[in-house]
């Protein structure tokens, strides 16, 4: 069974940064690509960045693209989510998900990650 528990949501005043981190139970870090995404209230689930089971591709959607920055740490079992020069929109829950589709291209659909945590609140303020 594949357990993923996200951290380090919080409250944060617009321009502020917070590091999210996620921690997988068993070593699929090493093996599949990992997704962050995000939900706001009233919103469907959105894609926000993800990163290959190799951890040399990101990708990134373009809302957060030069102020996210997604990593992994395989000796840690941990994927991280850098998040600088917050807005008031970054406001949702986020989630940490595995895609177990080994070898595959980094995908941005909700539905090709097999995968979630519990989620994490992050809420910026103006």
């Known amino acids: 069974q594949v357990q993923l528990v996200e951290s380090g949501g919080g409250l944060v005043q617009a321009g502020g940064s917070l590091r999210l981190s996620c921690a997988a139970s068993?070593?699929?870090?090493?093996?599949?690509?990992m997704g962050w995404f995000r939900q706001a209230p009233g919103k469907e689930r959105a894609f926000v960045a993800a990163?290959?089971?190799?951890?040399?591709?990101?990708y990134y959607a373009d809302s957060v693209k030069g102020r996210f920055t997604i990593s992994v740490d395989n000796a840690k079992k941990m994927v991280h989510l850098q998040m600088n020069s917050l807005k008031p929109e970054d406001t949702a829950v986020y989630y940490c998900?595995?895609?177990?589709?080994?070898?595959?291209?980094?995908?941005?659909?909700?539905?090709?990650?097999?995968?979630w945590g519990q989620g994490t609140q992050v809420t910026v303020s103006s």
């Open positions: 998900a595995a895609d177990l589709a080994m070898g595959t291209a980094i995908r941005v659909d909700q539905y090709d990650y097999d995968y």
């Open positions: 990163i290959s089971w190799t951890g040399v591709t990101t």
């Open positions: 068993e070593v699929i870090i090493r093996n599949y690509n």
